[in-house]
């Protein structure tokens, strides 16, 4: 599914925001299924979880019961199952659950697929205090989906949503100056977007902004700012991240007295070309580190690398402990 979520601590986060918003004490009894969740004993966690969403009808478990769905803790992935669960917990006012209703609706997930429903549901997210919800809405004004087209509408809401501070928001709307039309198009405020959301630590908002320095734009927009926002992204595990570092390295001018790679970027150069093949889903990404590691490894020594996979194998646990 598209709106996947990538680790446990988000879903405490989503669940303590979910209950802040209800009168009625939703957490009350599931103080042990969200123990067992912690502790990696899912069969524990999604039968209590479970039990309190059908027998006392409560929206929160409802939720925890759709991300075990989506997200596939300890079973399948099963979209529609999730779906079905979000809505439950929706109409039962849980704000995120309600976000992803709407994009269960947007992509006809476990229906016919109904974006004006979808965009109800994101205005009652919004309302309920999540702001990712305003900037999607805003998505489906700019672009006529399921509401009547209003592009300074959808700017307006995402604009809201970024000004709260929210750095998903931040992103979207960078991107929307970067890639509008004529009449909405402007750089600057793309870059300011961007940088925004990368000194807020979203790894997008890092990624777009290496990305526009790369290419020329910003005030300091150097060679070596550019590498710097790549690697910030790649080191927190994003993976579009990790090639781009890699070429980096593989392209920047060698020591200025031997004109040769420094030890420290030739083993940079290594972990982040083997952290592409390991994880990139672009075959042209991989054939491309594949053929660059090949050039490297008649340069590293062989001494290095037993260190440097370790390295590898470090990283790639810290940023998916789950997998």
């Known amino acids: 599914m598209s ?36 502790a990696g ?23 925890s019961v759709a991300l075990f769905h989506d997200m596939g803790w300890g079973r399948p992935v099963e979209p529609v199952t999730a779906c079905q669960w979000y809505e439950r917990a929706a109409i039962g006012e849980i704000p995120q659950a309600q976000v992803q209703l709407a994009e269960c609706l947007l992509n006809g997930v476990h229906r016919t697929a109904d974006p ?10 919004a309302d309920n205090g999540i702001p990712t919800a305003l900037c999607q809405l ?10 009547v087209k209003d592009a300074q509408t959808g700017f307006d809401l995402c604009r809201e949503a970024a000004e709260l501070g929210n750095a998903k928001a931040m992103v979207q709307l960078g991107q929307f100056y970067l890639e509008g039309d004529n009449e909405v198009r402007d750089v600057e405020q793309a870059f300011e977007w961007f940088s925004q959301a990368a000194r807020s630590n979203s790894v ?21 700012a550019a590498r710097f926002w790549f690697e910030s992204a790649a080191a ?48 042209i990404e991989q054939t491309e580190a594949r053929n660059m590691l090949a050039e490297v490894m008649q340069l590293i020594p062989e001494s290095w ?12 646990f810290e940023v998916s402990p789950l997998e």
């Open 3 to 38: 709106f996947r979520l990538c680790a446990l601590s988000i879903a405490v986060v989503l669940m303590t925001v979910a209950v802040s918003a209800q009168p009625r004490d939703l957490a009350a009894d599931l103080g042990p299924a969200q123990e067992a969740l912690a």
């Open 41 to 63: 004993d899912y069969e524990t966690a999604y039968d209590q979880y479970r039990y309190f969403a059908e027998q006392d009808d409560n929206p929160l478990a409802q939720f």
């Open 138 to 147: 805003g998505k489906l004004y700019i672009a006529g989906h399921g509401v």
């Open 236 to 283: 927190e595990g994003y993976v579009p991240a990790y090639f781009r570092t890699a070429e980096m390295y593989y392209l920047a001018e060698g020591d200025p007295e031997t004109g040769l790679i420094t030890p420290e970027d030739l083993a940079k150069l290594y972990m982040w070309l083997q952290l592409t093949i390991e994880r990139s889903g672009t075959e």
């Open 204 to 224: 997008e908002g890092m990624y777009f902004l290496a990305m526009m320095m790369q290419d020329g734009h910003g005030p300091h927009a150097t060679t070596e």
């Open 305 to 316: 690398t037993a260190e440097l996979d370790e390295m590898v194998e470090s990283h790639l």
């Open 116 to 125: 004006t429903a979808a965009a109800e549901w994101y205005r009652r997210a």
